[in-house]
Structure formats: structure tokens, C-alpha cells
T-cell receptor, first 114, second 116 residues
Framework: DAGITQSPRHKVTETGTPVTLRCHQTENHRYMYWYRQDPGHGLRLIHYSYGVKDTDKGEVSDGYSVSRSKTEDFLLTLESATSSQTSVYFC?????????????FGEGSRLTVL | AQTVTQSQPEMSVQEAETVTLSCTYDTSESDYYLFWYKQPPSRQMILVIRQEAYKQQNATENRFSVNFQKAAKSFSLKISDSQLGDAAMYFCAYSLPQGGSEKLVFGKGTKLTVNP
């Protein structure tokens, strides 16, 4: 299994509070991604990174920010959580810039915003 | 924009039987990649099979095979000799070969139940 660890795995928070999810990899892969998974929507890309300090927006980036100060860590921050951000968040990594290769996923972080 | 449609939200199959999951996609490109990902109840998603559009031969991985119909823009997954461990959400995905993995587009998924 690819070495990907997400933390926390479960979190309940209140509307308006900041939340940070962490993705840690031991594979030294260049590319990292944050997805959210919601019933009826499949997986949607939030943000991605193609190197240290190099990040870009995905399909549903509003309300989220990311940072990558080290190859192994990719942080997803909700500055002021809202109920619409209740979801399961997945981190993924890959070692290639195109999709000729596969994505390796973490186990997910379930976030509930009350 | 590319879209991926999985028309079957849920499917069920008896153990040892064969099941086919449907996927269609919309694209104007001629070169692209298609994937099936499996998400078991433990939630870690894994790649099941990959198909390159320029290859006419259907991809196969053990009990998993695809029926790739490029003209019809169809990419179905066939699971033979279904096992209890095949129970999962299955996601079809599409990507262009150029650019990064941010171009990966997922369908909404099909939940497969395997009955003993």
C-alpha cells in the first residue's frame, strides 16, 4: 500500500470554526490532491499540488485553501467551516504529471460541520 | 467539458456470477485514458483497470475486464466469478494524457452488492 496518512480521520466541528486536514505521504511523490466525496456527486477535486509551494485550484475550491511547504505534507484548510463542507475528504498522490499513471488514495477524513 | 456518466447507482450480483457496470463519457478528443476505481467499505480507493483510447484491445486484469466501445463512448466493467470482496463503490474516470492529473474526471459511482 502507498504510504499515505490522513489526519484527523474523523472530526466534528461547528460552523465558523477553522479546520485543517493533513495529508502525509512517504512515497516522495511530486503530485498531491485533495478531493471531496459527496453522495450523488462522486469525487470532486478541490486543490492540487505539483510541487513544494506549487498549488492550484480544482473544480470546487471556494472556501478552501491549501499549503505544501514540504514534499510529504499537503494541508487543506477550511478558514471558516460551513455545513455545506460536511463531506468525506480524500487525499491522493501520484508520481507522474499525466494520468498514464494511477492515483493512490488515502483512507479519507470524515468532516461534520454542525 | 468532459463528463462521465454512470447510469446505475446500484447493482447487485450473486456470488460466482458475472456483472457488468456501465459507463459512458463525453469528449471530443481522440486520445485519452479511462479508468475504473474501486472503493471498498474501508474507503481507500484503488485502481482496478486502465484503458488507453488508442488501443483497440480491451484491457483485462484477472477477473476484471472492460468493453471499450470508442465510437459509442462506452467503457463498461465486467466482473467475472464475483466474490464477496468485490462489494464496493466503483467509479469510472476519464482523463486526457496531456497535462496533470487534475484533468481526471470521475463519474458518480455505482454501488455493487455481492450476495452470498
Amino acid at each position: 500500500d502507498a504510504g499515505i496518512t490522513q489526519s484527523p480521520r474523523h472530526k466534528v466541528t461547528e460552523t465558523g470554526t477553522p479546520v485543517t486536514l493533513r495529508c502525509h505521504q512517504t512515497e516522495n511523490h511530486r503530485y498531491m490532491y485533495w478531493y471531496r466525496q459527496d453522495p450523488g456527486h462522486g469525487l470532486r477535486l478541490i486543490h492540487y499540488s505539483y510541487g513544494v509551494k506549487d498549488t492550484d485550484k480544482g473544480e470546487v475550491s471556494d472556501g478552501y485553501s491549501v499549503s505544501r511547504s514540504k514534499t510529504e505534507d499537503f494541508l487543506l484548510t477550511l478558514e471558516s467551516a460551513t455545513s455545506s463542507q460536511t463531506s468525506v475528504y480524500f487525499c491522493a498522490i501520484s508520481d507522474r504529471p499525466t494520468n498514464t499513471g494511477e492515483l493512490f488514495f488515502g483512507e479519507g477524513s470524515r468532516l461534520t460541520v454542525l | 467539458a468532459q463528463t462521465v456518466t454512470q447510469s446505475q447507482p446500484e447493482m447487485s450480483v450473486q456470488e460466482a456470477e458475472t456483472v457488468t457496470l456501465s459507463c459512458t463519457y463525453d469528449t471530443s478528443e481522440s486520445d485519452y485514458y479511462l479508468f475504473w476505481y474501486k472503493q471498498p467499505p474501508s474507503r481507500q480507493m484503488i485502481l482496478v483497470i486502465r484503458q488507453e483510447a488508442y488501443k483497440q484491445q480491451n484491457a483485462t486484469e484477472n477477473r476484471f475486464s472492460v468493453n471499450f466501445q470508442k465510437a459509442a463512448k462506452s467503457f463498461s466493467l465486467k466482473i467475472s466469478d464475483s466474490q464477496l470482496g468485490d462489494a464496493a463503490m466503483y467509479f469510472c474516470a476519464y482523463s486526457l494524457p496531456q497535462g496533470g492529473s487534475e484533468k481526471l474526471v470521475f463519474g458518480k459511482g455505482t454501488k455493487l452488492t455481492v450476495n452470498p
